[in-house]
């Protein structure tokens, strides 16, 4: 249970500095758990008998790392500090001060789980990194034995909603099991989330969506009532019925098909999946990378896939059309991707994350769409990722999920494996040849002015988007083939 060599240091200067300011300070919270757990951990929780905000100043000028205010009404704070040379930021630390408030008894029975209500005193921390220090008054360290997250208290949920969430993230990230009297306190107060603030929804929820079996903890917050609390606009897909080809309605069929983005690329199981289902499915390195890689601030692609295929259908409650015994969503992708654009913003996600989502959405059917005379043609492929842009492979995998979430376990699996060979077909064509995507310039806005006449305005745009079409679908591929091209665009 040692600690990194690095980290102990920080926990010395911190030592140190609350020792020559003559301030009672603990170790507490998450960096205790995760010690216990053998864990390694770049936060560091500590309760001071002190103004934590004033410390926590002090403490950032002293150590050279950078003061960020958290809460002042409870009076907690931030420093992020530094490994080696700060210039380098090769690694961050974030030191979490907070103000105990009355006896450490006290504060500690304030917390919000068991497992999270431990503490050890820092200086003893310091000399021992031993587990017999621990002070535990509310058996969590049987808890952690047990793999269990129980509330400490009745009114833990009603005093601060996020851990509504904060429980269920717990579980995802530990493979724990919440307890059932806490299972019990979460359905009762389950309504407060929201009235959680939308960034702290969303810190949650992304750190839930990045587990590797995040689909499974989907299912868990709608079986506590948590998700429609977060997403109130899912409600009515609830029991909304779909085309006889569908196997669920439109929420559970949106909820599987999480489950099936997480069994597509290999990070779990599904019920009704195969080794066949799955070996029709195109994977490399490449793709894996592409998936794990970072958006910003650690949230990955495949956590906003996940996001996004939970969300794809949410608009197919209000667009329904039923023509005979045929029922169609006319708009739903549309009126969808402008849907979930209003809820990030509501929680407070990047415009980065939103656009990402928002594609995604919008454009979930277009795979499909673009293969329905066969394989699809270097021009509808340029168009795809022309429209789609930074979500093109990632609405592939989406559209497979929505497939197979669709279909279940009455999956048609030569349809299937058409609808696979055709993501791979796109794959190999846009990762063989980039210049379907981007091909090079061969005029530009300059020598339409110059040459041809012409004046500034939309006509320029829409000639020079006709060029590119025309020279990825091969029919021209150079200056003069391109200038011929627009001179008999022009004449007809």
Known sequence: MLVEQETLAIIGELDKFFIERQVYACLVGGFVRDFLLGRSTADIDVAIAADSLVLATELADTLGGRFVPLDEVNRIARVVLFAGEKSQHKRQWYVDLSSIKGTLE???????????????????FTLTQESAGVID??????DLRERSIKAVSENVFKEDPVR???????AAELNFTIS???EDLIRRDHSLISSVAGERVREELLRILAVLNAGNYVHY??????????FPELEASRGFEQPR?????????????VKAVDFLLRQDSLEYGSAEILAAVPWSEKLSQHFAADMGNGVSRLALLRLAALLHDIAKPDTQV???????????TEQGAERVVNILERLKFSNKEIKLVELMVRYHLRPTQMGNQGLPTHRAIYRYFRDTGMAGIDILFLSLADHLAARGPKLDIKEWRRHADLVNYVLTEYLKKETIVAPPRLVDGHDLINIFGLKPGPCIGE?????????VAGEISSREEALSYIQNRLLY
Not at 164 to 170: C, I, P, T
Not at 245 to 257: A, K, Y
Not at 463 to 471: C, F, G, K, M, P
């Open 106 to 124: 006290q504060d500690l029975a304030r917390r919000d789980f068991t497992i999270n209500a431990m503490a050890v005193e820092i200086h003893a």
């Open 137 to 142: 008054l509310f058996n969590g360290l049987q």
């Open 164 to 170: 509504l969430l904060r429980a269920v993230r717990l």
């Open 180 to 182: 059932n009297h806490t």
């Open 221 to 230: 917050l709608d079986r506590l009532g948590l998700l429609t609390g977060i």
């Open 245 to 257: 080809e569908h196997h669920w309605d439109v929420l559970n069929h949106s909820l599987e098909t």
């Open 322 to 332: 039923i023509t005979g015994e045929r029922m169609r969503f006319f708009g739903h």
């Open 463 to 471: 000639i020079l988007e006709a060029v590119r079409e025309a020279q």
